[in-house]
């Protein structure tokens, strides 16, 4: 019969039915980080338990560490440093490769790990991180879990999961001029909510997807857990097996024969359905920018900030309400009068190389407000360096911005890192939830593109005002 792509990955990987609806489940692949990875091994070390396949789990130095130059093992959290020694230490013990500070593969998890090849097409991957589902912009089955399921794994190299329904988002027609990966994620969540993918794998399809350059789908894959679902896949084409090839880790010689072979299959064949299928016409997507403190909060750049009395729900409305409240807005305000602090580009949802490229070309010739303090951190050693062969970080230090070490910075607070309190400021980052980049920091999520004019304008702007 006609398998989805998810129906497909699934069964490769299925050892055997449990009970529930649960299944237990093959991993290929497992990708640590020193906050929530330190844990993991950790546990693993109190309770004697050896890993079982450590050539087969990796881990990096991101989520805590500074990202300002001259960094050490001293971190802007307290007791940070004792994560990252921590880490090195146990991954040492167990024998697992670590790109740490200093290490010319070092990056945020989700960055690394496609761009060495550790994650592949139709392999199985997990991080105790929830955008690990990033990957499934080149096909592979990718989840976040907890440090609990994370030592089960690291044990056994299986887990035992509820098998997900299936979802198929169909991005119909064309892309508008200056629309992004990240506004097509944003609009499909401002459309059905963060809880429209719960329960679901949802695959992300149609022509503007399949125009999408790999990074980018990786910006689609990355939020699908903002959207709920377990977990966001794009179906193997040429562009995959073009990023694919010269990994470090990847197959090379016959194994690469092989292994293309088998991604060529990786695909939802004609006729397969799914347990739900969502439609969006591409031309009514703009650039977009959130409002609130949820993904969901969005709208265009153009539009003005709705009102909460125009909701039926209670309970919306009130959400609303309270978001307004902590941002600081007021509903009918034009969203291009709101006036910014800071800006920010960066994170596993847009710090890759043709992030930082769009956002450089912009920049070009043009200077970030007076009153706004930018700052651009590369998603990993590697991109940082490429981007520095190409001139970009001369771009963004001449337009206003600080060029950083690679790490997951003011993605999130939990290192540190913050423009401070009531500080307004527009992100290249997947959530912007009440203090997600420090107490009281306002945070409206964007493009790349985004950022950068918005920043050269001081106010919200689309790139081309």
Known sequence: MPKTLFEKLWALHQISDVENGECLIFIDRMFLHERTGSIALKGLEDEARAVK??????????????????????TLMPNG???????????QSAG?????????????SHVVSAELGIALPGSTLICPDSHTCTLGGIGALAWGVGSTEAEHAMATNTLRI??????????????NQGVTAKDMILHLISRHGTMGGSGFAVEFSGQAVSELGIEARFTLCNMAVEFSAFTGLI??????????????????????????????TLHTDIGAEFDRTITIQCEEIKPTVTWGTSPQHAISIEDEIPHPKQETSSITANAMTRALTYMDLSPG??????????????????????????????LQDKTVAPWVSAVCVPGSTQVKVA????????????????????????????????????????????????????????THLASPLTVAASACKGYIAAAED
């Open 96 to 108: 697992i490769r670590l790109f740490d500070i200093g290490d010319q593969d070092q990056g945020i």
């Open 162 to 175: 509820k098998k997900p329904k299936t979802m198929m988002v169909d991005f119909r027609g064309k892309l």
């Open 53 to 74: 396949s450590p050539q087969h789990i990796f881990c990096t130095i991101d989520h805590i560490v500074d990202t300002t130059v001259g960094r050490g093992d001293e």
């Open 333 to 362: 305000m034009p969203m291009t009068s709101v006036k910014l602090d800071a800006a920010f580009i960066g994170s596993c949802t847009n710090a890759r190389l043709s992030d930082l490229r769009a956002a450089a070309q912009y």
């Open 235 to 264: 179906a193997v084409d040429q562009s995959t097996l073009n990023y694919i090839q010269e990994r470090k880790f990847a197959p090379k010689g016959k194994d690469l024969e092989k292994a293309i072979t088998h991604w060529n």
């Open 387 to 442: 981007a520095e062969a190409e001139g970009l970080d001369k771009i963004f230090l001449a337009a206003g911005f600080e060029w950083r070490e690679s790490g997951c910075s003011m993605c999130f607070y939990a290192g540190g890192e913050t423009f401070g309190k009531h500080k307004r400021v527009i992100s290249t980052t997947n959530r912007n939830f009440e203090g997600r980049q420090g107490p009281g920091t306002r």
């Open 81 to 91: 440093k004792e994560f990252i020694v921590s880490t090195r230490q146990s991954a």
